[in-house]
């Protein structure tokens, strides 16, 4: 850390000294930073500001309001100005004369007064590009793409630069797990599974953008060691009454559809909103598996095939109000729910030997796995505005509760190779009631110390509570009546309490060509993992410790088309519920998945790179290191002839990347976006332990280069618009899995009618119907192939209606307290 601190240091002298140097030998240039208010005080935000010569009027430069009615231009000469301000529903509005000189200059607050009269007709002719390049991030635009309709948020998140989503669900960016995934800038405290049915459950049609946060600041919580993906909802900001209905359906091997309705009445200082949709969605998985289970005196062979339907119903609702208490304060308050009912129907078959050619036996397994998931989420918000130069506190407060159940049913029968039955069926259930609750506070503090110096600070205290029952039965009957009694190899609770505080504070200084930013978190985390099992003394894992994360941010532009960054920080991610979960989840008594309750944090450090030509073309460069990491690996017992996977900890993962994302114009008809992905990863172990006690002493060195590219197109033509994606993503290594490659093509096309307030939008997923799953392992005893080819060739119609008053533009409250739903499985 010494080390890293004298080279920052250093960087942040010659960053200085240049900067000195220039403005001695440069033309005095300085920057202009003001904001736009509305007649109540409160920002207007995406607002036309242009900057005016005062002696003539005549145009230097123009820009857009952020989302908090603020703009800044940069390198504008000594002079006279005027700013003047136009957005929809407000008359145009002109700053008095200003001066600036060599120093940074705050123009005066413009206050926009409401038009008097209506605007009809307005069309807005401009759209923001699918991919976008910003200074810590980029953003995919969904709100308007072709590809995004009818498809749910998981999906989408499948087409974001950098992101891919494997055979389990798992999320990786540039080829790397431990991904924070967040809503609306809010941690999901979900289960990897819980997560998954959230994601698939949101309909596209309500997501305004996602966003790929590589190196986070300070500001975020420390978790996820590869990046931050946000995905942000789409805002009504349209005063009266207003809505959207919009109905979808799709075809592949099985029918899916979903429908959701959005309304919002702003009247004055008061916002109201809400979302309701439901859906049905049917999908069918097929997967084969090949391996080979080695012991001291013979090897046996399997063979394994089993098609797995899952159907869902879904029902989710989103409510809440913004409300303006004095021009400087607003406050607000969210509800989100979840009400869906999953069911599972999986028939397999696995042939046994000792030799691939010939089967000893065979056995086919069907079960039926009912699953419920009800979950309510509350936040309230408020926030102040202390003045009009920025200083400002916000303060969060969130509750979420999660309850869960599974009712399975495990039916196996074995046979001879001629068909014949070898022994009396197995029969085993489990029933898995969970529950998770947390609360969360959070506050934030902006204060802008001058013109060019903005000190940020916050604090942040959670609370989590996870209870995990195992109910298993196994049928002792001899006969062909059922008698099920306790399992008490199987039967167990897991209860899990987790406390993190955590504060921060950011400095941000901006010089002539130089911005710096230095962050500091620290967080501590107590947690007690408990198992419960059959009645004897519970077994509890306490740990309490420490953490700093620091984070440094210098962006240094060249000139006017060359800009140059750096940053650095270290991150924590601690193991997800469900990795710590100590049970089995069945696919067969061959095959299944088990917790580890002795998973410990993995942390990284991560350095980044970043050049970027022309406010476009973006090429970043990264490293990072993981100690003590966290990733799936298969184990082979040899006594019971089962694998599982499981999550273990092993010494060092090292990650590089280099990434480049560029949009283009071929024509004014004809645009698209190219990214992509170089990477390499290195696993070090030099022995690995299960949760279950087995041991591999077999060293792991493994490392791959990698790649992916991803090309989006668009094309307007007659009132249509068209968008073609591919995907191609490169053979890769993963802990001890080789993932095979993996390519696709999507399309679609758009156009609206009825003076633009009914939208159609037809598109087709995976066109060539190519996208599989491919991953083999062959490491120490285990040696496996997995093939897994699931539904996604899929044709979709979605049909989206506004209605109601669109005629003036307003900012919405958007509350800061999503941020604790989050880290169980949402990407390991």
């Keep these: 850390m010494k080390q890293l601190t004298r080279i920052l240091s250093i960087a942040l002298l010659a960053f200085t000294y240049g900067q000195a140097k220039a403005q001695n030998t440069s033309p005095p240039q300085s920057s202009v930073t003001g904001a736009f208010i509305n007649e109540q005080s409160k920002p207007v935000d995406y607002a036309t500001v242009t900057l005016l010569r005062a002696k003539d009027s005549s145009v230097v430069k123009g820009t857009l309001t952020n989302d908090a009615g603020k703009y800044t231009f940069d390198k504008i000469s000594a002079g006279k100005y005027i700013v003047k301000g136009t957005s929809v529903g407000y008359q145009p509005s002109f700053s008095p004369a200003f001066e600036v000189s060599q120093s940074a200059v705050t123009a005066p607050t413009l206050t926009m007064a409401t038009a008097s009269r209506s605007l009809q007709g307005v069309n807005v002719i401009a759209s923001k590009p699918l991919i976008e390049r910003k200074l810590d991030r980029t953003v995919m635009n969904v709100e308007n793409s072709v590809l995004a309709a009818g498809n749910n948020a998981l999906e989408i998140l499948e087409r974001a630069p950098g992101v891919t989503v494997d055979k389990d669900d798992n999320i990786s960016l540039k080829g790397k797990q431990g991904v924070t995934v967040m809503i609306n800038d809010k941690l999901t405290y979900m289960s990897a599974q819980q997560l998954t049915t959230y994601l698939r459950s949101t309909d596209g049609s309500n997501i305004q953008s996602i966003e790929v946060i590589t190196n986070p600041s300070a500001k975020y919580d420390a978790s996820g060691n590869s ?109 989100n729910g979840d009400y869906t009912n999953e069911y599972n129907d999986n028939t397999g078959t696995t042939w046994l030997g000792r030799t691939p050619a010939a089967n000893d036996s065979y056995q086919t397994t069907r079960s039926d796995i009912k699953q419920t998931y009800r979950s309510i989420s509350a936040n309230v918000n408020d926030k102040f505005l202390i003045d009009t130069l920025g200083q400002e506190i916000s303060a969060d407060v969130d509750f979420s509760r999660y309850r869960n159940n599974s009712d399975a049913n495990y039916d196996t029968y074995f046979y001879n190779p001629d068909g014949s039955t070898q022994i009396r069926p197995l029969y085993i259930k489990n029933q898995t009631p969970s529950t998770i609750n947390i609360w969360t506070q959070k506050i934030d503090y902006t204060l802008p110390i001058s013109k060019t110096l903005k000190f940020e600070a916050g604090a942040k205290f959670s609370s989590v509570k996870t209870d995990n029952d195992l109910q298993a039965q196994i049928d002792t009957s001899t006969n062909n009546s059922h008698a099920f009694i306790n399992d008490t190899s199987r039967t167990n609770r897991f209860v899990y309490n987790e406390r993190i505080t955590a504060g921060y504070v950011n400095l941000g200084k901006t010089f002539k060509k130089t911005s710096v930013q230095l962050g500091l978190r620290a967080e501590n985390t107590s947690s007690t ?41 270290r991150r924590i991610d601690r193991p997800n519920y469900d990795n710590l979960n100590p049970f089995r989840y069945y696919l067969d008594q061959y095959t299944y998945e088990e917790g580890n309750q002795n998973l410990r944090p ?74 992509g992905t170089l990477f390499y990863q290195k696993f070090s172990a030099d022995t690995i332990r299960s949760g279950s006690g087995l041991v591999s002493n077999t060293k792991l060195d493994a490392g791959k280069l990698a790649y992916q590219a991803r090309l989006n197109q668009t094309f307007l033509f007659s009132g249509f618009k068209a968008e073609v994606s591919g995907n191609y993503q490169s053979a890769l290594r993963y802990s001890t899995f080789e993932i095979r490659p993996q390519y696709s093509v999507d399309a679609g096309v ?40 699931n539904e996604t060739r899929l044709g979709r119609l979605t049909l989206t209606y506004n ?8 900012r919405q409250h958007q509350s800061g307290a999503d941020d604790e739903k989050g880290r169980v499985k949402s990407g390991n």
């Design 602 to 675: 993995q942390y990284t450090n991560a350095f980044e790179l970043s050049y970027t030509y022309n406010k476009t073309v973006n090429l970043t460069l990264g490293y990072s290191r993981t100690t003590d990491a966290n990733v799936q690996v298969l184990f082979a017992d040899t006594a019971t002839k089962a694998t599982y996977q499981t999550n273990v900890n092993i010494k060092a993962q090292d990650a590089y990347n280099a990434n480049i994302n560029t949009p283009f114009t071929i024509t004014k008809w004809w645009s698209g976006n190219f990214n």
């Design 227 to 335: 990046g931050i993906i946000n995905i942000k909802l789409k805002k009504n900001k349209m005063v009266g009454t207003n809505g959207s209905l919009t109905a979808n359906a799709a075809y592949g091997k099985n029918f899916r559809d979903n429908t959701s309705l959005t309304l919002n009445h702003k009247n004055g200082d008061l916002n109201l909103f809400a979302t309701l949709s439901r859906g049905d969605f049917n999908r069918e998985n097929n997967i084969a598996i090949d391996r080979r289970i080695d012991s001291a005196d013979k090897s046996t062979y399997f063979k394994q095939q089993t098609k797995m339907m899952n159907h869902t119903h879904y029902n989710n609702y989103r409510f809440g109000a913004d409300y303006g208490t004095s021009k400087k304060n607003t406050i607000g308050f969210v509800v």
């Design 750 to 789: 758009s156009r609206s009618f009825a003076n633009k307030k009914l939208n159609v939008k037809l598109g087709i997923t995976d066109i060539f119907n190519t996208r599989q799953n491919n991953v083999n392992t062959d490491f120490d005893n285990t040696h496996v192939i997995i093939r897994q080819k």
């Design 803 to 810: 209605f109601g008053n669109s005629k003036i533009k307003m």
């Design 529 to 569: 993992g408990t198992l419960y099992v059959n009645l004897k003394a519970p077994v509890a894992i306490n740990r309490n410790y420490l953490n700093f994360f620091p984070s440094v941010f210098i962006n240094h532009t060249l000139s006017d088309k060359h800009e140059l960054g750096i940053s650095y920080s």
